[in-house]
């Protein structure tokens, strides 16, 4: 099993859409958990840190934590053709080691 | 507050040849990462520092791999000699050291490498 999952891409939704971004972990005791968004040819961008379970929300993002599913979501509610990226989960394990996801590829069609 | 900074943004060698890339982090960030990504995946991480020593490099192909950070600022990764499958993109990140669970990563703009 792979220590970082995540939903296999591309995935497209419409203009104005929630685009719904899952990622699962393995390591139980995992500590932290990042998402990055990655444009084309970019480095990838911090945009939501969580490590407590439940809901955090920045704008139109919104991150979801259920750490007895090792499981991790983000959410961008209307979705605009410039959220078009690849999101990348990153979670600090309980050995205080990062391990990123392969990332999940978005493209919002307007 | 200026960002992490790489050097070169692109290169392009032939296999066996050598290579080094520059990073400068964030100031005040103890703690710096060299990724490796390559086309479609994401970021492998070969080399950790916090100040000048080395944290974790159990991914790093030490016969051809090598990286320093002297002086505990900025830092060189030194391919000697290049593989093809060397060719991606690799990125240089920085945090602020002994953040806990809350340390959070920030990545340069990456020097992109092609291997002929």
């Known amino acids: 099993q792979k220590e970082v999952e995540q939903n296999s891409g591309p995935l497209s939704v419409p203009e104005g859409a929630i685009a719904s971004l899952n990622c699962t972990y393995s390591?139980?005791?995992?500590?932290?958990f990042f998402w990055y968004r990655q444009y084309s040819g970019k480095s990838p961008e911090l945009i939501m840190f969580?490590?407590?379970?439940g809901d955090k929300e920045d704008g139109r993002f919104t991150a979801q934590l259920n750490k007895a599913s090792q499981y991790v979501s983000l959410l961008i509610r209307d979705s605009q053709p410039s959220d078009s990226a690849t999101y990348l989960c990153a979670v600090r394990t309980s050995y205080d080691k990062v391990i990123f996801g392969p990332g999940t590829s978005l493209s919002v069609i307007p | 507050e200026a960002g992490v900074a790489q050097s070169p943004r692109y290169k392009i060698i032939e296999k066996r040849q050598s290579v080094a890339f520059w990073c400068n982090p964030i100031s005040g960030h103890a703690t710096l990462y060299w990724y490796q990504q390559i086309l479609g995946q994401g970021p492998k991480l070969l080399i950790q520092f916090q100040n000048n020593g080395v944290v974790d490099d159990s991914q790093l192909p030490k016969d051809r791999f090598s990286a320093e950070r002297l002086k505990g600022v900025d830092s060189t990764l030194k391919i000697q000699p290049a593989k093809l499958e060397d060719s991606a993109v690799y990125l240089c990140a920085s945090s602020l050291a002994n953040a806990g669970y809350q340390e959070t990563q920030y990545f340069g703009p990456g020097t992109r490498l092609l291997v002929l």
């Open positions: 969580i490590y407590s379970n």
């Open positions: 390591d139980r005791g995992s500590q932290s």
